[in-house]
């Protein structure tokens, strides 16, 4: 039986701000939600084959990259049922190419720091599937997108994020790869959607190609977002009060823009160290708590 989003304060008012964390597996948390509960999803998957976040169920360790589609299938399933009848799905998704090297240096951002050898090199070996070669772009996030339309999703948008700090790639037979793409989805063909939320600078609507830079100071996750992509995403598609959810919440970025604008957010997040991370970074004074979910 699902339960309210937060149901161990029944008939408590819960003032905007109030974040709810639970620390688990996404497949195995969404189920508890309660359906129709939440107005937009703001969120980004792991990579796939890129970084180990040490935990059995984590998304992106997946032998094949279309094992990783799946998974993101039966994921955003849940999150359809648990969004609004006009609620939205704002993904961001990295891409990754497929190579027979070997060298443990493979995907788009394979020298990061924290990486994990054994994950690079399942990802050196070229997948059997989709036709791939060596040195093959995937085309992972399209892969990802047409299998949400193929699920019932409607995609409304691409948006191109472009990286005004593109990370550093030793690569001289291509251009660095500088963007990520965000899609918006919709749950039904007519949702909630604030054009006066965001706007260009000249007052136009808002384009569908955003330049961001990092945050100025790294918060301790390996791969958060910038607050100003959260930004633009919760203030198109949620209004003051409404809830907005995350199912990787990593560092609570979503969470922390939620609350800043007024927002109620519900995360989830399989390790216990960024499950905390958030905890910390969207706390300030307002009603949060971690709980723990065994999966
Ligand atoms: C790309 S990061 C998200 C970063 C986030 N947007 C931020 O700004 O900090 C993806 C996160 O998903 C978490 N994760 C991976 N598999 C998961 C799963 N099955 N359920 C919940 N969280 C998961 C990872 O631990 C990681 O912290």
């Not at 892969?143 to 700090?165: E, M, N, P, Y």
């Not at 791969?223 to 809830?243: H, K, M, N, V, Y």
């Amino acid at each position: 039986m699902p339960l309210d989003l937060f149901s161990d304060m029944p008939g408590e008012q819960i003032p905007p701000g109030n974040m709810r964390i639970v620390t688990g597996d996404s497949l195995a948390v969404l189920p508890t939600l309660a359906a129709e509960s939440v107005q937009c999803c703001v969120t980004s998957p792991p990579y796939w084959g890129l970084r180990d976040y040490q935990h059995d169920a984590q998304i992106g360790a997946e032998l094949t990259p279309e094992r990783y589609v799946e998974n993101l299938v039966a994921i955003f399933r849940e999150v359809r049922r648990v969004l609004r009848k006009d609620g939205t799905l704002w993904l961001n998704v990295g891409d990754g190419y497929a190579r027979n090297g070997g060298t443990g240096n493979c995907g788009p951002n394979a020298m990061v720091g924290n990486t994990k050898k054994l994950i690079q090199k399942r990802n050196c070996k070229v997948p059997d599937c989709w036709g791939l070669k060596d040195r093959d772009l995937m085309g992972l996030p399209w892969r990802v997108a047409f299998a949400l339309q193929a699920d019932g999703w409607i995609l409304r948008s691409r948006i191109t994020w472009i990286k005004k700090t593109a990370m550093p790639e030793s690569v001289k037979n291509r251009p660095t790869s500088a963007t990520e793409e965000i899609f918006l989805f919709a749950k039904s063909p007519s949702y909630f959607y604030d054009p006066d939320g965001v706007r260009e600078s000249s007052d136009a609507n808002l384009r569908n190609y955003w330049i961001l830079g990092p945050d100025a100071s790294g918060n301790g996750h390996p791969a958060a977002f910038p607050r100003e992509l959260a930004r633009r995403c919760i203030l198109l598609g949620s209004r003051i009060g409404d809830t907005v959810l995350d199912p990787f919440s990593g560092s609570g970025t979503t969470g922390v823009v939620a609350s800043e604008q007024g927002r109620q957010a519900v995360l989830i997040e399989l390790n216990p160290k960024y499950a905390q991370l958030s905890l910390e970074r969207t706390h300030h004074g307002k009603k949060s708590r971690v709980e723990a979910v065994n999966t």
